[in-house]
């Protein structure tokens, strides 16, 4: 019997029959390795599991009842397998999992790209969001539940139908229309419909914003999640105790509220489909002030000159700042250039803040582009920190 432990983790993996002639053995071994890891959570992989007779649901059921009151979860069940559990409403008793479905991505169009995805047509109705190897299932699982509770209030988002794998990368499955595409690449392709592209994009932004989830449960607070990330900010190739301080000071300005808020909500991640603002990336949405989402509008105009950036987005530099200055002056109604530069200066602040713990949201970058932010901070935000706070104080001014 194969066993891996990983942290506090025990996956058992079953292979072949598990039938009358060696359940006695299986038992004797899986007892043994209670015993031994008597906190360890315990997890069955059945990825090359062919058959399991009734002595061995027997043997599970035995091993789920010394878990107490924990539910015994098996992965990677094949259907046929599956099927076995379902009739004998092993289902109901136990986490199982069917083996997800394989595909193959090779030479299919790439409609979008982010650092922890690549989103894929795989035929003319269906695409794909294709995670990063290492992006754990459980998180991906998170975010359809989260994305579904987001339907449910309101946002125009598709349910998925299908969690699949590519090789060692987990995907998520949504039907779409032959035409869909991200904002940013149908702006540039239609740049005569640039405003009413955008204006689409900033009425599903206000959708977003006045959607209260707070009391739906399983969304968290995006201010507590920044004081967490600035808290990860703190050590020896990131901020001082002095510097994380300002950070957690600035956080602070923001009043709490129990809306919506996406935390990646930008033109080259999210789809536009006959017309229509369709939103694809629910994997950050929590709940709290609006200002948490424009933030990184302010982030990605500062850094428009960046190629990397330019090609997330689908637009080059001059498209992305008219799209950053539309998106303002839509979302607050404003037309007067001096007060849409005060939208600006606050909205920069926060981006400022945004670029600071930019590491911690995006856990895999490269040590290098770490200490770039890092960098950034130290030169754009600590030693205006003065002024910033002034201007972040006046958050209530500009969101009745």
């Given amino acids: ?68 009151n924990k539910k015994l979860t098996l992965l990677n069940v094949s259907r046929d397998v599956y099927d076995i559990f379902d009739m004998t409403k092993f289902t109901n ?43 754990p299932l459980a998180k991906i699982k998170q975010e359809i539940d989260l994305a579904k509770k987001a339907f449910l209030a309101g946002i125009p988002t598709p349910i998925s139908y299908d969690l699949v794998r590519c090789g060692e990368a987990y995907g998520v499955v949504f039907e779409m229309l032959g035409e869909a595409d991200t904002v940013g690449h149908a702006l540039t392709s239609h740049i005569d419909e640039f405003d009413v592209i955008t204006g689409k994009f900033v009425d599903t932004y206000k959708i977003i914003h006045n959607a209260d989830i707070k ?55 999210v789809m536009y489909q006959k017309g229509e603002i369709v939103v694809i990336d629910m994997a950050d949405i929590g709940y709290g002030h609006p200002i948490f989402d424009l933030a990184g509008n302010a982030f990605h105009a500062r850094y428009s000159g960046s190629e990397t950036r330019q090609k997330v987005h689908g637009m080059n530099q001059e498209n992305m700042l008219r799209f ?65 706070m002034k201007v972040a104080e006046r958050l209530p001014e500009f969101f009745n």
């Fill in 1 to 68: 019997m194969k066993v891996v432990e990983e942290k506090n983790t025990l996956t058992v993996f079953l292979e072949g029959e598990i039938n009358a002639q060696n359940t006695d053995v299986l038992q004797k071994e899986i007892d043994a390795l209670l015993a031994a890891h008597p906190e360890a959570e315990i997890l069955f992989d059945a990825d090359k599991l062919t058959f399991i007779s009734s002595a061995g649901l027997r043997m599970l059921l035995a091993t789920q009842k010394k878990l107490k």
């Fill in 93 to 135: 008793l136990m986490n199982i999992e069917k083996k997800l479905r394989e595909i193959n991505v090779e030479g299919a169009e790439i409609v979008g790209k982010g650092r922890s995805s690549t989103v894929y047509r795989i035929d003319p109705e269906t695409i794909v969001k294709l995670y990063t190897a290492g992006v």
């Fill in 215 to 269: 009391d739906m449960g399983g969304f968290s607070s995006l201010k507590d999640t920044w004081h967490t990330w600035a808290d990860g900010m703190n050590s020896p190739d990131g901020f001082n105790d002095e510097e994380t301080a300002m950070l957690h000071k600035l956080i602070d300005t923001v009043p709490d509220r129990s809306t919506m808020v996406h935390c990646d909500y930008h033109a080259g991640n």
């Fill in 324 to 388: 950053y200055n539309t998106l303002l002056s839509m979302y607050f109604g404003v037309n007067d250039e001096a007060r849409l530069e005060e939208i600006k200066t606050l909205c920069d602040a926060f981006g400022l803040l945004r670029g600071a713990l930019f590491p911690r949201k995006h856990v895999q970058i490269a040590p290098e582009l770490k200490a770039f932010h890092v960098e950034e901070t130290r030169k754009n935000l600590f030693p205006d920190i003065a002024r910033i």
